[in-house]
């Protein structure tokens, strides 16, 4: 089982529309939990973290489930700019003082004119 | 917020040459800096950990003698890809953590793609 899976994708979507990405990660002991955003040959760049409580930043909202080791987010009114692969990423401690990323493969949202 | 930088950002090269990308943290120290390689439509996957003034961790499957790493400063890491190959050609991205941050986020270098001919 991978460490943390995603939605295949892609998902292709008008303009407007509310879209949801899952996550659900295998590491009962995991820390920290997060959406990055990738665009085409860019690094990812954090977009938010999340929380048991859930969190909102505008358009998106995150949510996690540790009992069932789930993650999710959602994008309302989605916009043009928005298209990008969308990464779940969990850390989980190293050991000494330091702390890992895994990353899911990614979920690909295209947004249609 | 946290910059890092990386350099080059593309580099192309002939087989058994050796590569060197550097990684900075721009207006802050980083303790830990993480050495990711992304495949076409893959995940990135880490590499290595590596900790200012002492040995890189290395992840399983990756040769240590093949990636020289060195993290000479806290501003500063180093990924040499010793005799590449056309199958070392990737998305070479080079994360920080803050030495003042007690979270888990880290910053990423904005990545170096490297072809191998």
């Known amino acids: 089982r991978k460490e943390v899976e995603q939605d295949p994708g892609p998902f292709n979507v008008p303009e407007g529309a509310t879209v949801a990405f899952n996550c659900t990660y295998s590491?009962?002991?995991?820390?920290?939990f997060f959406w990055y955003r990738q665009d085409c040959r860019k690094e990812p760049k954090l977009l938010m973290s999340?929380?048991?409580s859930g969190n909102e930043d505008g358009r998106f909202t995150a949510q996690l489930n540790r009992a069932s080791q789930y993650i999710s987010l959602l994008i309302r009114d989605s916009k043009l700019s928005d298209s990008a692969t969308y990464l779940c990423?969990?850390?989980?401690?190293?050991?000494?003082?330091?702390?890992?990323?895994?990353f899911g493969k990614g979920t690909k949202l295209s947004v249609i004119p | 917020g946290a910059v890092v930088s990386q350099h080059p950002s593309r580099v192309i090269c002939k087989s058994g040459t050796s590569v060197k990308i550097e990684c900075r943290s721009l207006?802050?120290?980083?303790?830990?800096m993480f050495w990711y390689r992304q495949f076409p439509k893959k995940s990135l996957m880490l590499m290595a950990t590596?900790?200012?003034?002492?040995?890189?961790?290395?992840e399983q499957g990756v040769e240590k003698d093949k990636f020289l790493i060195n993290h000479a400063s806290l501003t500063l890491s180093t990924l040499t890809v010793t005799s590449a190959h056309p199958e070392d050609s990737s998305f070479y991205i080079c994360?920080?953590?803050?030495?003042?941050?007690?979270?888990?986020?880290?910053?990423f270098g904005p990545g170096t793609r490297l072809t191998v001919l």
């Open positions: 994360s920080a953590r803050a030495l003042a941050d007690s979270t888990d986020t880290q910053y």
């Open positions: 590491n009962s002991a995991s820390q920290s």
């Open positions: 999340v929380y048991s």
């Open positions: 990423v969990v850390t989980s401690y190293s050991g000494a003082g330091s702390y890992q990323l895994t």
């Open positions: 207006d802050f120290q980083a303790t830990t």
């Open positions: 590596s900790n200012e003034g002492s040995k890189a961790t290395y």
